[in-house]
């Protein structure tokens, strides 16, 4: 039998689902819903088609003491539903400033989730930021919102190398404080 090792890592409780660190037996639904070409369009480092034992990979540098990225799983098991609904992370930038990134499978698109997981997570602030940063795809206006919705403010224009496209993909650029 092989012991999963143990992360030391907020667990943020929400009404609806806990943001938990990711464990080995996420693997299956994470690369499910990953393989969507809807995700891993919508996320710079997804790969389409995503490579054999990639999401195992995934898994174990998430879970390495010396990670530079904190991953939650948006898991609403404790009210009967999905063990997997997307994944949260915080990247550590330093002086005090995280990047926040985010995706949700597109079962559950439309029902806020990706605004609560964001939320309680901004709330829980578990790397003591003072200020975080976010991007998206300028043909995601949907992440765009929530990020507005939250109090993101619109920083300026960019672009960023997408996988999964093969191409540049013009951005958007938030941030927040605290």
């Not at 003491?65 to 799983?73: F, G």
């Not at 997997?84 to 930038?93: A, K, Q, S």
Request: proline share 5%; glycine share 8%; aromatic share 10%.
């Amino acid at each position: 039998m092989k012991l999963e090792p143990i992360i030391t890592q907020a667990l943020i409780e929400t009404a609806e689902f806990d943001l938990r660190p990711l464990r080995a037996s996420d693997a299956g639904l994470i690369e499910m819903y990953a393989s969507d070409l809807r995700v891993a369009r919508n996320i710079a480092t997804i790969p389409h088609p995503l490579p054999p034992g990639s999401t195992d990979t995934f898994i174990t540098r998430a879970g390495a003491k010396d990670r530079q990225d904190d991953y939650w799983v948006m898991d609403a098991t404790k009210l009967g539903g999905s063990e997997v609904m997307g994944l949260i992370w915080l990247e550590r930038m330093g002086r005090d400033q995280s990047g926040v990134g985010f995706w949700v499978a597109p079962a559950f698109w439309n029902f806020g989730v990706a605004s609560a997981a964001l939320g309680a997570l901004l709330e829980s602030n578990p790397q003591s930021s003072r200020t975080f940063f976010a991007s998206v795809f300028q043909d995601n206006p949907a992440s765009a919102r929530v990020l507005t919705n939250l109090g993101f403010q619109y920083l300026g224009d960019a672009e960023a190398f997408c996988v999964a496209r093969d191409a540049n993909v013009a951005t958007w650029t938030y941030s927040r404080s605290v």
